[in-house]
């Protein structure tokens, strides 16, 4: 397991980045944090992914995702506009846009992505000044029982899933800083004071 352990950025980043990503292992509740620090702290741009999916009742274009159609896609892809895309379940392509990103950027905000492992690599490679936090569960038992708990998947793929969250729990030592999700709220100002905010200016 990631052990606890303070924030100490890689010298070349100077002062603090502009963008924060954020990646974990699977069901350690990297959604459930950003949806808090998007609720509690709007000093804070949470990135928006571009996807080819068609959107869902309820959803709104800007808002849950940029939607856009594949050839779109393609064309974000070929002019080197996506700063990490993947395709998901075979069949839809997801990622986030350089130029959404560089708008927040460019109009002072703090930009946080919430994204997975995979993403997070891919973006630093395009964006190596970025800094990368890696949310952990207090446990991996605490992590089986969120993941059994929450009874979203079947058997077969909760097995598949922990799989996958042991080989992510070894890249932790690819991030700059570990984030322990004891608790949302806990986590959530943690992050924020990573990303060179004040928790209590808002709250």
């Known amino acids: 397991m990631p052990s606890r352990r303070p924030f100490s950025p890689r010298v070349e980043h100077g002062a603090d980045p502009s963008v924060t990503v954020l990646a974990g292992?699977?069901?350690?509740?990297?959604?459930?944090?950003?949806?808090?620090?998007?609720?509690?702290?709007?000093?804070?741009?949470?990135?928006?992914?571009?996807t080819t999916r068609h959107p869902r009742p309820g959803e709104v274009e800007g808002e849950h995702y940029f939607f856009t159609s594949p050839d779109e896609f393609d064309e974000l892809v070929a002019r080197d506009q996506m700063l990490e895309w993947a395709v998901v379940h075979g069949e839809n392509r997801y990622g986030t846009r350089r130029d959404t990103v560089a708008a927040a950027v460019e109009q002072g905000r703090k930009v946080l992505l919430e994204i997975d492992l995979q993403g997070a690599r891919q973006v630093r490679e395009?964006?190596?000044?970025?800094?990368?936090?890696?949310?952990?569960?207090?446990?991996?038992?605490?992590?089986?029982?969120?993941?059994?708990?929450?009874?979203?998947?079947?058997?077969?793929?909760?097995?598949?899933?922990?799989?996958t969250a042991r080989l992510e729990l070894a890249a932790e030592p690819e991030f700059d800083a570990v984030v322990v999700n004891d608790t949302v709220k806990q986590a959530a100002r943690e992050l924020v004071r990573i990303m060179g905010l004040d928790p209590d200016s808002v709250e």
């Open 25 to 50: 292992p699977t069901a350690v509740g990297k959604g459930t944090v950003s949806r808090f620090i998007r609720e509690n702290f709007p000093q804070v741009w949470l990135s928006v992914s571009a």
């Open 126 to 163: 395009a964006m190596p000044d970025a800094r990368f936090v890696f949310l952990a569960p207090p446990s991996w038992d605490e992590l089986v029982d969120r993941l059994i708990g929450r009874g979203t998947e079947s058997v077969e793929e909760q097995r598949r899933r922990l799989e």
